[in-house]
């Protein structure tokens, strides 16, 4: 049957947690229930998301060489004529010349602060593409193991309603209990078999999802959720350790730093620069020999203003999407500072009332094996010790995921800087 089915699913339940305290520990806290540190960050290193963040850094650092020497390279200019005079005769004149653009006081400095910024926004891009990485991880985790946990659960649930069958079984043979309980309790049965197979139904592709994602993790449900502890400290301590190294707003604030360079970059090319040269040329079949000099430089014009004036207007659009980035990262760590607060009162105030659900259906069980409680009772107190025990669990698992949310916010685990390290 289904739920003899799923047992080899579940069979090696805490196979995770065996692995995570046999695992040194790398981070300054350690969250119950996650994978081995070091293999999560592995797995972060070999992401998709990170590895074309780096692939870009190294473009930057490129790029950055690129600006240091500047964008101007020397040019060989050849000319050559037949020159005639008013006599008649013909000479054979030629010219060779060596030139370079240079670039305007001024630019060469900008231009290398322009490439050495774009470096670090580029490192900071790793950085933050690490840190959604993992929280992709960390949710895609822990919304395997709800899933995981309901399946177990409900398998549970189904083998107690299945003795529950049998007592009725042997309670309508011997006459005690009308042939309606009978087909009652296996209804109950058999709806509860159908949600449990649902239920491993979903946690069969969210398992498959994570091993196709991060093949190296290879999840297993655990029998039990691991132990809840409060976490230490409080919610302004959290929101400014989120706000300390924070990615989001380094990030942010970078792309305002580059792009403020950039206008005024922008604001000195108004200026053009000139074009230096070295001439030399032979006129009257080499009777006269000519070694000179040349300087060029172009008439600025409204175009090189109007490109000053779009980039002016495009650092100050980053500026204020750095305040917007600010704000609303200040408000998402208010809401996961809370979240750890209240998920942990949560998830104690649901274990209370699961215990009293199952002691209470565990008594009505009794009362109906002994002909002291209708069937109907019975089933309805399972109802309610199964939905108070997936209400507990799952507030459990809840107050979990912020846990490791905040500590991960933090960089108290999964940290970039620890790997690298």
């Not at 400014?240 to 380094?250: P, S, V, Y």
């Not at 259906?361 to 109802?383: H, I, P």
Request: aromatic share 4%.
């Amino acid at each position: 049957m289904t739920v003899l089915r799923f047992g080899r699913l579940c069979g090696a339940l805490l196979s995770s947690l065996a692995l995570l305290a046999a695992c040194p520990a790398l981070a300054e806290e350690a969250v119950p229930g996650l994978p081995p540190e070091a293999l999560v960050k592995q797995v972060l290193a070999d992401s998709p998301q990170v590895s074309a963040a780096r692939a870009l850094e190294q473009a930057e650092q490129a790029n950055a060489r690129r600006l240091a020497a500047g964008n101007y390279e020397w040019s060989v200019r050849a000319h050559a004529q037949r020159r005639t005079d008013a006599a008649g005769q013909r000479f054979l004149e030629n010219e060779v010349a060596l030139e370079r653009p240079v670039r305007a006081p001024g630019k060469a400095g900008k231009d290398e602060a322009l490439g050495e910024t774009g470096v670090r926004l580029a490192q900071a891009r790793v950085a933050d593409a690490w840190h959604e990485a993992a929280r992709g991880l960390l949710r895609a985790w822990f919304d395997w193991m709800r899933e995981a946990r309901a399946a177990q659960r409900l398998q549970d649930h189904a083998r107690v309603l299945e003795q529950q069958v049998d007592i009725v079984r042997r309670r309508v043979k011997a006459g005690d209990a009308p042939r309606l309980e009978q087909m009652l309790a296996e209804t109950e049965f058999h709806r509860a078999e159908l949600a449990q197979a649902q239920s491993a139904a979903r946690a069969r592709r969210l398992e498959a999802d994570l091993r196709k994602r991060y093949p190296a993790l290879h999840p297993a449900a655990p029998t039990a959720l691991p132990v809840l502890e409060a976490v230490a400290g409080d919610v302004d301590k959290w929101q400014a350790g989120i706000l300390a190294h924070n990615h989001e707003i380094e990030l942010a604030e970078l792309e305002a730093a580059h792009s403020r360079l950039a206008a005024e970059r922008a604001l000195l090319e108004r200026r053009a620069d000139p074009t230096f040269g070295l001439r030399y040329a032979q006129e009257r079949d080499r009777q006269e020999r000519i070694l000179g000099v040349s300087m060029s430089v172009p008439f600025s014009g409204a175009a090189r203003t109007a490109q000053a004036d779009a980039a002016t207007a495009r650092a100050e659009a980053a500026a204020q999407k750095a305040r917007e980035t600010r704000i609303r990262v200040e408000s998402d760590a208010s809401q996961v500072a809370l979240q750890a607060q209240s998920a942990y009162s949560l998830a104690e105030r649901s274990a209370s009332i699961a215990e009293q659900a199952q002691a209470n259906a565990a008594l009505v069980g009794r009362a109906y094996s002994l002909g002291e409680a209708t069937l109907n009772d019975t089933l309805l107190a399972r109802r309610q010790s199964l939905d108070a025990t997936g209400a507990s669990e799952q507030a459990r698992i809840d107050a979990l995921e912020a846990h490791a949310r905040l500590l991960l916010d933090m960089h108290k685990i999964w940290s970039l800087r620890g790997h690298d390290d």
